[in-house]
């Protein structure tokens, strides 16, 4: 009679097969070997092997001071004055953000120039009641009476928590001074 044919299947050792790619590593990857060397020489000579040595040791401080501050009402405030400047970054349109860097940039190149005077008061004046400027002083505007208007009920505070708070008339003229300082500095430093 027949004898059926046994299925034999070599059992495989992991561990040989680890062993003989480690042994082969250093020639495969020489060039990454290398270069992980000279990495990790430079974070010594630097100093950041050291840095992150106390970080590692200091991680239950470090992270303990990091709770504390973050359930501060400071933090607090801070992380939602973030979320509604990056709500307000999000609506920009970039087209008009590149135009007003661009308009930056032309006007301290045109200034720029050798024996160019600045504009005349009333040549600026001039630009500023054109329709384009009349929308950004609008803006300006609308900004400086929402961050005049009083304070709703909140859960952390008022703005500012020392002092009585701006009289509203004070906050245009506070803005117009902050863009007559801001277009001063761009002046200067053309």
Same mark, same amino acid.
């Given at each position: 009679?027949?004898?059926?044919?046994?299925?034999?299947? $070599?059992?495989?050792?992991?561990?040989?097969?680890?062993?003989?790619?480690?042994?082969?590593?250093?020639?495969?990857?020489?060039?990454?070997?290398?270069?992980?060397?000279?990495?990790?020489?430079?974070?010594?000579?630097?100093?950041?092997?050291? %840095?992150?040595?106390?970080?590692?040791?200091? /991680?239950?401080?470090?992270?303990?001071?990091?709770?504390?501050?973050?359930?501060?009402?400071?933090?607090?405030?801070?992380?939602?004055?973030?979320?509604?400047?990056?709500?307000?970054? !999000?609506?920009?349109?970039?087209?008009?953000?590149?135009? %007003?860097?661009?308009?930056?940039?032309?006007?301290?190149?045109?200034?720029? !120039?050798?024996?160019?005077? $600045?504009?005349?008061?009333?040549?600026?004046?001039?630009?500023?009641?054109?329709?384009?400027?009349?929308?950004?002083?609008?803006?300006?505007?609308?900004?400086?009476?929402?961050? /005049?208007?009083? $304070?709703?009920?909140?859960?952390? /505070?008022?703005?500012?928590?020392?002092?009585?708070?701006? $009289?509203?008339?004070?906050?245009?003229? %506070?803005?117009?001074?902050?863009?007559?300082?801001?277009?001063?500095?761009?002046?200067?430093?053309?």
């Amino acid at each position: 009679m027949a004898q059926p044919i046994r299925a034999y299947t $070599p059992q495989r050792n992991i561990h040989e097969e680890l062993r003989t790619k480690v042994e082969s590593a250093p020639i495969d990857h020489a060039d990454a070997l290398l270069a992980a060397y000279q990495l990790l020489q430079e974070a010594q000579d630097h100093g950041i092997l050291d %840095v992150l040595r106390g970080a590692i040791g200091a /991680g239950d401080a470090i992270a303990d001071k990091a709770a504390e501050y973050a359930s501060s009402p400071e933090a607090i405030r801070a992380m939602r004055n973030f979320l509604a400047l990056s709500r307000v970054f !999000a609506n920009l349109d970039p087209a008009k953000v590149d135009a %007003v860097a661009n308009a930056i940039t032309e006007t301290q190149c045109r200034e720029g !120039a050798q024996g160019c005077e $600045p504009p005349s008061l009333w040549q600026t004046f001039q630009r500023m009641t054109g329709r384009n400027s009349r929308r950004t002083l609008a803006t300006i505007a609308a900004v400086t009476e929402a961050f /005049g208007r009083e $304070p709703e009920t909140s859960d952390v /505070g008022p703005l500012f928590s020392s002092g009585p708070m701006l $009289p509203k008339s004070v906050l245009p003229l %506070v803005a117009l001074a902050l863009v007559g300082v801001a277009g001063f500095w761009i002046g200067r430093r053309s």
